[in-house]
């Protein structure tokens, strides 16, 4: 990432010094702390917010907005953020022509502003890019500091972060809850965890030196802290987003060939096995973190199984809450509900407290139609993969920052696969990061381009 400036080293394989020249700015410490401050836990049940009559404001949206105004006079192309405002506006307006209330129409576009925002970030990272490494370190921060959170909340009788709102502490045997032995930590950074981790994995598998990008300390606190907050939040989606970056990671053009990436995805696998396995197991004859193991076993790896999941409540009420949307869908193909907008009826027994059901979709792809309608919809989705098309045609080539645009096109795949089962791209707290990966997507084979001239020269 760094890699992205030109050096006269080598154009074969990126390279990772600090960045030369002066220290980073104000501007871009601003940017990427504003980026981080999205992924902020709530504490102890406190949400980083002000409540205000027309809604809520938060303390990443100051920091935003503030972000914004020092992007924008620094950035020259900003891919995709016409298509998403003009796409946001018809939401609002559609909203209110439904009778949406202020507050409703607030909370539910912040998202997709959070992604606008997102988007001239990450053309300002492009720009910027000797600032990129301290924009991960500050979303490592962020992993590291709710980890250390959650240790705490998951070994002791408080609950600072983890409120478990919104979480089953249970799974489902036959359609029978059993409820599990430890709190399931369900924060804020736990998108974020995963995405790192996955990253993590991508970048092993394309043998990328994460580590000499970000610092060792760095990487191997912030890996450590990605794994412990992904196995005490209990999510199958975490299975889900692995299998998916490891995938992409086996399959895509790179700069290594197939088979070398299946060997060195072996070996990770088997070395996982002895430096995470063996531990476990002695610990777990010990009587030591026996409740995290069992419920880690019960929740997410018996949790996958096909009669678990086909009798699982959860599970069930996604396909009613499909079929509603998709039923909305067909009646409204043109203006959708807008923002704050219902596109269903109350529904007996839902899992939902008040009308808040009525506007959340699980399905992050079918969400989209049913807020703007299947061309608007359509036309979010299509920025949205061409960003990811952009990262695997960037990372095909070999050169230069090759391996880092392959690695960020597996952790965005994963987290795009997991949003198919919940909305994660349409979650307050990664948002930002969605639409900063969406921005440099689009930018990246313009950026490769370049870094190939210069090669050629």
Known sequence: MSSLEVTSVSCKQPVHTEPKGDRLTARERIVWIAVASASLPSIFETEWKLEIPLGSVYLADLLLIVAILQSLAHVRRTPGSAVFYYCAVFAITVGAISEATIPWIVRDSRPFFYMIAGLVIGAFAVQNPRSIRFGVRCLVFVVVATTVLAVISQ????????????????????????NLSAKRIQTEPVPLALFLLCCSVAAWVMKFDLSGFLGKTWFRIGLLSAVILTVVAYSRNSVVGLAAAIFLAAIIPAALSRAERLMRLLVLIAAAAVFVGIPIWIGYQFGYFGNVIDSFSARVIAGIAPDVIGTDPSVGWRFTEMNAAAQFVLQHPIGGSGFGGYYRDRVAGEPFRGDQGRLYLHNYYMLLFVKFGVLAGSAVLTAIIASVVRLIRSGSTGLGASNAWSVLACGFF?????????????????????GVIVGVGLLS?????????????
């Open 445 to 457: 084979t313009g950026v490769q381009r370049r870094y190939e001239a210069v090669c050629k020269l």
């Open 414 to 434: 994963a987290l795009l696969v997991v949003s198919s089962v919940a909305p994660v791209m349409f979650s307050r707290s990664f948002a930002v990061l969605g």
């Open 155 to 178: 070994f002791s009788e408080m609950n600072v972060v983890g409120t478990e709102r919104g979480a089953t502490n249970a799974i489902y045997y036959n359609g029978e809850a059993r």
